[in-house]
């Protein structure tokens, strides 16, 4: 079943504590993207992935790491987590291979940040 | 220019009416312009998407319609039912740059039984 994953789903957390968001796909997609999603904002995309070594800001990338060392997973990092940060996160895929379509969004990640 | 808006915030439809999402854009340069559907606990799923070369697009209940001049677009939703109850955004992306998409604010629809 092709699908994206996301670990963890839930997570509550305490300012300025390092943490990483999983983000895993098997479908050999080369875009991967990371959004958050706030109340009246719509998603925002924060960072995005050409292919394996290939990362770029979106439009949130502030407070904000990723890495792309292997083709299936797109880790997002925060390496001193603030409560601006507490939002819905969700990571996305899409093959770059003829007609650029659908991209397929994990289940999301719900983080809080006290 | 990267926006996209979208109207209205939250829609309140009888059971076997007809939805209606509008959106509207700035930059001429997007080509793709896909729908989601998102249910409460889960991620955004595509609903149906249009590219500007048609001016309407149909799948089952589900219809977009396509202005390019008024560089704008809506989705219709026939015969309405309770399970289409969710959260609809609408899109746009440049699909020969980043493919990065450009959501609306979204639109909270509940179909009443």
């Known amino acids: 079943e092709a699908q994206v994953t996301q670990n963890p789903r839930y997570l509550i957390t305490v300012t300025g504590k390092k943490l990483t968001v999983t983000c895993s796909q098997n479908?050999?997609?080369?875009?991967m993207s990371w959004y958050r999603q706030d109340p009246g904002l719509g998603l925002r995309q924060i960072y995005y992935s050409m292919n394996v070594e290939v990362t770029d800001k979106g439009d949130v990338p502030e407070g904000y790491k990723v890495s792309r060392k292997e083709k299936r997973n797109f880790p997002l990092i925060l390496e001193s987590p603030s409560p601006n940060q507490t939002s819905l996160y969700f990571c996305?895929?899409?093959?770059?291979?003829?007609?650029?379509?659908?991209?397929?969004f994990g289940p999301g990640t719900r983080l809080t940040v006290l | 220019q990267q926006q996209v808006k979208q109207s209205p915030q939250s829609l309140i439809v009888q059971k076997g009416g007809i939805s209606i999402i509008n959106c509207a854009y700035e930059n001429t340069a997007f080509d793709y312009f896909p729908w989601y559907q998102q249910f409460p606990g889960k991620g955004p799923a595509l609903l149906i998407a249009i590219r500007p070369d048609v001016s309407e697009k149909k799948e089952g209940r589900f219809t977009i319609s396509f202005n390019k001049s008024a560089k704008q677009f809506s989705l219709h939703i026939m015969d309405s039912q309770p399970g289409d109850s969710a959260t609809y955004f609408c899109a746009a992306s440049n699909s020969g740059a980043t493919n990065k998409l450009i959501f609306g604010t979204g639109t909270l629809l509940a179909v009443q039984p």
């Open positions: 996305a895929s899409t093959s770059l291979a003829g007609v650029v379509d659908t991209q397929y």
């Open positions: 479908m050999n997609h080369e875009y």
